[in-house]
């Protein structure tokens, strides 16, 4: 059986800064450090978080006052930024910088008091943090779509002043023939400046693309919880080969690859590379050969640290 891997797979920039942040805060201000949402949604890395001293809430009403809180990399509405500053709490924002962008769009969108349209999934973080980005009392309007269907039905009152901006971890495809629906049903609709689609979801699902012309079972290590890595194990569907998502080696069936010839391997996003060595290990404890990975586009994205978790200004807050 062979192991192909996929490249690029695993940690985005933008993941790897959200961690980052909260490991810097524990280690500046000591536990608790609060956590509003998973900072990212894979369970290995909340569970070795919350062990280092992360507290994980729903809701700042669970943070106490004086207390120190991050907001997660899929970002927060206004609302949860207001309330935060009311209460005088220490805020790290580990909001994606490209997730930040589209909150951006959507503020001008509201100023320029058009109706826009959010693409994404209904109760995601990312769709919530969005959604309360845009204020309404400048007269425009925010409305969720989430499939091809949902464009029959929308009701537009001010098709001249219609804009998009999209959830930045979705398919590819799929949004695509939203936005062609809309395209066709609203010409003047204006799009984003630039792609809300990340670049990190972009580039692991054209890696899975590539790696689903060679193998015949595809395996996503990632949690049920993120959206990227379903879309990754969604594009097994489309491909007509059995598609896993699993959090890790135990969630490993040894039944799927009874009769693989060849086995597809990736992460999502906000899965650790440690998970894919446990993956690959078990899979070669089951007659796996070595992994081979494929050629895939490199990736150079770094996002800074805030300016107060960054090793030299830490060192200065922490002398004041
Ligand atoms: S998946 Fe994309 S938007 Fe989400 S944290 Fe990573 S780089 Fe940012």
């Known amino acids: 059986m062979r192991i192909l891997l996929a490249n690029p797979r695993g940690f985005c920039a933008g993941v790897d800064r959200a961690i980052e942040i909260v490991e810097r805060a524990i280690e500046l201000f000591g536990a608790p450090i609060y956590v509003r949402h998973e900072v990212v949604h894979n369970k290995s890395v909340v569970d070795r978080l919350r062990a280092l001293g992360a507290v994980f809430v729903q809701e700042l009403d669970e943070v106490p006052d004086s207390g120190t809180v991050i907001f997660s990399a899929h970002g927060v509405s206004t609302a949860v930024q207001v309330e935060a500053e009311r209460r005088g709490l220490q805020v790290f924002d580990a909001t994606c910088p490209l997730v930040t962008k589209v909150?951006?769009?959507?503020?001008?969108?509201?100023?320029?008091?058009?109706?826009?349209?959010?693409?994404?999934?209904?109760?995601?973080?990312?769709?919530?943090?969005?959604?309360?980005?845009?204020?309404?009392?400048?007269?425009?309007?925010?409305?969720?779509?989430?499939?091809?269907?949902?464009v029959a039905a929308l009701q537009i009152s001010m098709p001249e002043r219609l804009a998009f901006v999209t959830q930045t971890t979705l398919s590819v495809d799929d949004t695509a023939a939203?936005?062609?629906?809309?395209?066709?049903?609203?010409?003047?609709?204006?799009?984003?400046?630039?792609?809300?689609?990340?670049?990190?979801?972009?580039?692991?699902?054209?890696?899975?693309?590539?790696?689903?012309?060679?193998?015949?079972?595809?395996?996503?290590?990632?949690?049920?919880?993120?959206?990227?890595?379903?879309?990754?194990?969604?594009l097994a569907d489309r491909a007509g080969i059995p598609g896993h998502l699993v959090d890790g080696a135990a969630g490993l069936n040894r039944a799927w690859f009874a009769h693989a010839?060849?086995?597809?391997?990736?992460?999502?996003?906000?899965?650790?590379?440690?998970?894919?060595?446990?993956?690959?290990?078990?899979?070669?404890?089951?007659?796996?050969?070595?992994?081979?990975?494929?050629?895939?586009?490199?990736?150079?994205?770094?996002?800074?640290?805030?300016?107060?978790?960054?090793?030299?200004?830490?060192?200065?807050?922490?002398?004041?």
């Open 103 to 150: 909150h951006m769009e959507v503020a001008r969108f509201a100023r320029e008091a058009r109706e826009v349209i959010l693409i994404g999934h209904e109760g995601h973080p990312e769709v919530e943090g969005t959604m309360g980005r845009f204020d309404a009392s400048g007269g425009g309007r925010i409305v969720l779509v989430q499939s091809v269907e949902d």
């Open 178 to 234: 939203i936005v062609e629906a809309l395209r066709a049903r609203f010409p003047a609709m204006q799009a984003p400046r630039h792609e809300d689609i990340c670049y990190a979801t972009q580039n692991r699902q054209d890696a899975v693309k590539q790696l689903l012309g060679e193998c015949d079972v595809l395996i996503v290590v990632g949690s049920q919880s993120s959206s990227n890595s379903n879309r990754l194990r969604e």
């Open 261 to 320: 010839r060849v086995v597809g391997v990736t992460a999502g996003a906000s899965a650790p590379e440690t998970l894919v060595r446990e993956v690959i290990e078990q899979l070669r404890s089951w007659g796996g050969e070595l992994p081979q990975e494929l050629q895939g586009r490199e990736e150079h994205v770094v996002f800074a640290l805030p300016r107060a978790l960054r090793p030299r200004e830490a060192g200065a807050l922490r002398s004041d």
